[in-house]
Nanobody, 120 residues
Framework: VQLQASGGGLVQPGGSLRLSCADP????????VAWFRQTPGKEREFVAA????????SYSDAVKGRFTISRDRAKYTVSLQMNSLKPEDTADYYC??????????????WGQGTLVTVSS
């Protein structure tokens, strides 16, 4: 596994979680990295992306203003801080390496998922 996602769990509506995507083999250090999410019966949905150096970010309209993506190049990790969580944020969250240094939507490889459940 080239990318390892972690940090999922159960949280109440309005709460926060921080997901982490580790790159232990350092294969994505020059790639843009993105987070996607998926619920049963639905297509995988783009959530957020960050460029190779962290200088550019993008978000889906559904999470803009609530989620923040960041990367620590020294630790080879990309994080997704999720605030003001809603039940509709419940999903399996996946990190992925883009083929390019700026996010293009062309995914080179995926990490495994981490489950986020927002429920009271």
């Amino acid at each position: 596994v080239q990318l390892q996602a972690s940090g999922g769990g159960l949280v109440q509506p309005g709460g926060s979680l921080r997901l982490s995507c580790a790159d232990p083999r350092r294969t994505a250090s020059n790639n843009a990295v993105a987070w996607f999410r998926q619920t049963p019966g639905k297509e995988r949905e783009f959530v957020a992306a960050i460029s190779w150096n962290g200088g550019a970010t993008s978000y889906s309209d559904a999470v803009k203003g609530r989620f923040t993506i960041s990367r620590d190049r020294a630790k080879y990790t990309v994080s997704l801080q999720m605030n003001s969580l809603k039940p509709e944020d419940t999903a399996d969250y996946y990190c992925a390496a883009d083929r390019r240094s700026m996010y293009s939507g062309s995914i080179q490889y995926w990490g495994q998922g981490t489950l986020v459940t927002v429920s009271s």
